[in-house]
């Protein structure tokens, strides 16, 4: 099977305050914080924030599939993989599919990467939304996870390999939620609880013997699940040590679904030392277990910016903008002007930049040209460009603007005009800031996000915000 050659995860720049739920409900609420996907985003743009941190770890290697899960799929009836697939630039011979509709879709699509036989990118990114003053709005939150898996080599090592991989499967209902409806529902606590532990310990064991091992030499036991009360009797299950039981974030982070599990193994690869042994246990309509060795080229090859560093970075937002961003609260906002839903033709002709995000250098003079062109603004040669991705090129703050009457559903605007290194001038929005902290100077970096949603067509572009975020 595939190992693990590269990986990265994602957290959103946001957080709310549990309490602030009960302050404005009277009800609800709770200790600690979950991070909340802003306006702009979605689970396809985080899909992509954490395939970009994953591939930073394997610039050499070229995904030749990607594999796409989420129960909070942006479209239906079209395949969103292919978004996250054009924002990487990879090759159009890489193949593109989604996993979507369930938390177990992220169990199914790491395995068919483990399977693969080729290189294989997979991505696991997840909303979670309940509704007011419920459980699932108190305890959810928003992340994505990236895994590119092969087989490794000399420049792009294994990080950590398969030794047991373990599924029981059964049909019964305890979560769920059909096309059109805003939260899902969930059966008597006391169900779930006894229909998943039986299946949690059959796979476990059977994870256990295939690897040969027993759950005291396993050096960090990660669960992740819907279902708390079968999460801590299924991790009791293993019989592992009780330093191998850390922490699962849903205090200060919140169980991000499909993408939970996945959180979970980054931040244990952040953390584990060569020849560990870390067993994965997904609970989602049946049990998935996996059990991964760390290699001696994980301490070189991890993720550059830590789930840990992710967790304690971020900023606050209020409830009723929370509200907001999900659809609960509807609130009039600028009108300058209305959005527009992007046309299809343009968009496909002009899919290495707006997806991409390539620029152009002109062979005669050096010039690099945002977005790109075919006549050099500077020498006029015409025809001699060069194609540059410039997704990950780091920019300054040249000037910028707070607009207050531009559209959004989180006013004001901020918009700067930034320059790149190696040259470039570009304008565009920036995102995850504070208005009155912008400054001319700041470091900025690019990420991809969803500029609007109008008629039913996500238009996803490119923004900036505050380098070393992610």
């Not at 693990?4 to 995860?9: M, N, P, S, W």
């Not at 560990?276 to 246990?281: G, K, N, W």
């Not at 500029?451 to 039913?456: F, I, K, P, R």
């Amino acid at each position: 099977m595939n190992g693990i050659v590269a990986y990265g995860a994602y957290l959103p720049y946001f957080r709310l305050d549990r309490k602030a739920i009960g302050e404005a409900l009277g009800s609800g609420g709770g200790k600690g914080t979950r991070v909340v996907a802003s306006y702009d985003e979605d689970t396809t743009s985080m899909g992509v924030e954490a395939a970009r941190a994953a591939l930073r770890g394997a610039p050499r290697l070229a995904p030749a599939a990607v594999y796409f899960a989420t129960a909070e799929p942006a479209y239906l009836d079209k395949t969103n993989a292919t978004a996250i697939h054009a924002a990487l630039a990879l090759d159009e011979s890489a193949m593109a599919f989604d996993m979507l509709g369930s938390i177990r879709s992220a169990a199914g699509a790491l395995r068919a990467a483990m399977d693969a036989g080729r290189p294989t990118l997979a991505v696991l990114s997840d909303i979670r939304t309940g509704l007011p003053g419920g459980a699932d709005e108190r305890d959810g939150g928003d992340a994505a996870a990236a895994f590119l898996l092969g087989s490794g080599d000399a420049d792009t090592p294994v990080l950590a390999e398969p030794v047991a991989a373990a599924s029981v499967t059964a049909e019964f209902l305890e979560r769920w939620r059909v096309p059109g409806d805003a939260a899902s529902r969930q059966w008597e606590e006391r169900f779930g609880e006894h229909a998943y532990v039986p299946l949690a310990e059959a796979a476990i064991a059977s994870a256990l013997k295939q690897a040969g091992v027993t759950g005291g030499e396993l050096a960090s036991v990660l669960v992740a699940g819907s279902h708390g009360r079968a999460n801590k009797r299924a991790a009791a299950a293993v019989g592992a040590k009780p330093t191998a039981l850390g922490d699962d974030l849903t205090g200060t982070v919140g169980n991000t679904g499909a993408a939970h599990a996945g959180l979970l193994l980054a931040d244990a690869l952040d953390r584990t030392q060569p020849d560990d042994l870390i067993m994965l246990v997904s609970l989602a309509d049946g049990c998935d277990v996996t059990i991964w060795r760390a290699s001696a080229a994980l301490a070189r090859g991890r993720q550059r910016v830590p789930v840990a560093k992710q967790v304690a970075a971020g900023g606050r937002v209020s409830y009723p903008t929370f509200l907001t961003w999900r659809g609960f609260l509807k609130r009039e906002p600028p009108r300058r002007p209305d959005p527009q839903a992007p046309a299809a033709p343009p968009a496909f002709r002009a899919e290495a930049w707006k997806f991409g995000f390539t620029g152009s250098r002109c062979q005669a003079c050096g010039t690099r040209h945002l977005p790109p062109t075919r006549v050099c603004l500077k020498c006029r040669a015409v025809d001699r460009m060069t194609p540059e991705r410039m997704a990950d090129v780091p920019a300054t703050i040249a000037t910028y603007t707070v607009d207050r009457l531009a559209y959004s559903l989180s006013p004001p605007v901020v918009v700067g005009v930034v320059d790149f290194e190696g040259g470039g001038r570009f304008t565009c929005e920036l995102t995850d800031v504070d208005p009155a902290a912008v400054k001319i100077g700041d470091r900025v970096e690019m990420t991809f996000r969803r500029l609007m949603t109008a008629h039913g067509v996500h238009n996803y572009f490119w923004k900036c915000r505050p380098a070393g975020t992610t």
